[in-house]
């Protein structure tokens, strides 16, 4: 117990009959505490000042709220996608990110305000001085410490304000259903929705539609421009990465700029230099054309770009976590949490020169997820 001097404890009986005050001041006591200061914030309640404050504390509150369901509306409903400049709707997928963090910020700062300045205009000024003490707390210390609790509360004005309560809890409420949204939304896509189309989880953007040919296209930093790549180009022993182009997209700002954006789309084609000793993958021993290799160039442990070539060893790295893959043995990982070999690209040449992919992955590229079966 706290205290220098010994209190008297209540029997079960009296601590039963006792009312919430008895036990405040009982629990004070036996906790050595010292009410030095306390002063109410509005003595007399109701008045004009007081209902002044309290709508300034729920106008803040309920800014919180409404910010909430507007960052919730945006997420949910916002056009995301992205479009060209100088079309439609390039502005509105522009607002999109702006927009996610201004409503999620002012229902961040319409919360902590609203707290703060509760706790300014509400809350009693007390000052207390209490002697600490050891061991743990008996059937009557938990007992005055839920009255004091109550009753601190009450005195709070909290629980006649429903106003306050209200927006706060409305504002807290749509705030957590925010935070849950950002992590649901990004990660839940069900790989059985359109399975056998490119935008699914089993496929990619190489994935042919309508029998029209996927040239292997490289970035200049011109979204726009449209460069195919030939067997030539690539010298031996040096790599460079690749997208999917199809002939129907040469005039469309979007599919050419959305090519270039996905996040399954990136290959790397390596040129092995000659005499180069190559373990191919059972099953995909055609997958090469002659000493050009396509590999994905998403890591299979979190999705990160392999986009670090060691040529005398092999060797591709992610940064991310250091995975290392062998492009001499299929691209197999050799170190670090990794554990399944870069999905490999079939590629030929067509009859003009450029290289082409002759299929899509035959299997999923990326990370794994819970219907995946290797």
């Known amino acids: ?64 709220a409404v910010s909430g369901l507007a960052f919730l509306g945006v997420f949910l409903f916002w056009p995301w996608q992205y479009e060209a400049p100088h079309t439609d709707g390039h502005l509105l997928h522009m607002l999109y990110n702006p927009l996610i963090g201004l409503f999620l910020g002012l229902s961040v700062v319409g919360l902590g305000v609203g707290a703060l300045l509760y706790t300014k205009k509400f809350i009693p000024d007390e000052l207390a001085v209490q002697q600490r003490h050891d061991g743990p707390s008996a059937e009557v210390d938990r007992a005055t410490l839920v009255a004091e609790l ?16 209200r927006t706060a809890g409305l504002g807290a409420g749509v705030l957590g259903l925010g935070v849950a949204a950002v992590p649901l939304g990004a990660l839940i896509k069900n790989p059985h929705s359109d399975s056998e189309t490119k935008n699914s989880l089993w496929h990619t953007g190489w994935k ?30 040096g790599f460079e990465t690749v997208f999917p ?92 949490p990794a554990t399944r070999p870069l999905p490999q690209l079939p590629i030929t040449v067509d009859e003009e020169g450029y290289l082409v992919a002759r299929s899509d992955f035959i299997e999923a590229v990326g990370p794994a997820f819970w219907e995946r079966k290797s």
């Open 208 to 237: 042919a539609e309508k029998g029209e040919k996927v040239y292997l296209r490289r970035h200049t930093g011109n979204f726009h421009e449209v460069s195919l790549v030939r067997p030539e180009d690539v010298e031996p022993g």
């Open 245 to 336: 182009f199809r002939e129907s997209e040469r005039n469309d700002e979007h599919a050419l700029v959305a090519a270039l954006k996905r996040a399954d789309a990136p290959v790397m084609l390596i040129r092995m230099r000659p005499n180069q000793a190559i373990t191919k993958r059972a099953g995909q021993e055609d997958f090469n054309y002659g000493d050009l290799y396509a590999y994905s160039k998403i890591c299979t442990h979190l999705g990160c770009p392999t986009s670090l070539f060691e040529q005398q060893t092999g060797l591709l790295l992610c940064p991310c976590h250091q995975s290392q893959f062998d492009v001499f043995e299929y691209a197999k990982p050799r170190f670090g």
């Open 1 to 64: 117990m706290s205290g220098d001097k010994p209190v008297e404890l209540p029997t079960e009986a009296e601590l039963a009959e006792m009312s919430r005050d008895d036990l405040v001041k009982l629990g004070t006591k036996m906790d050595g505490v010292e009410l030095v200061h306390y002063e109410e914030k509005w003595p007399v309640p109701g008045t004009r000042a007081e209902r002044r404050a309290q709508r300034q504390v729920a106008l803040w509150f309920m800014i919180s």
């Open 150 to 165: 109550a009753d601190a509360g009450e005195r709070s004005g909290i629980a006649r304000r429903s106003l306050i309560k």
